[in-house]
């Protein structure tokens, strides 16, 4: 069954990507400062995303009761003290 996928998978991303490499005719404008501020939601959707995502994790981490291992390093740091 898993067979079948593959090549039907490879062909439908062979297919979006030609279909996204055609040149198609542009009836409309958009001006270098509307064309910046799209960027900008964009790229404040992306790293907003990822604080939420690490929030998540974060959260089933404690939940679950998993701690993350200590470095020999800190150890050391924290004898001396």
Known sequence: MGKANVPR???????????????????AYVDPGSGAMIWQVAVAAVIGSLFYVRRIFTWVR???GIRAAVPASDAVRTDRN
């Open 9 to 27: 998978t490879a062909f439908l991303v062979t297919l979006s990507a030609l279909l996204l490499a055609t040149p198609k005719p542009a009836h």
């Open 62 to 64: 404690d939940h679950l």
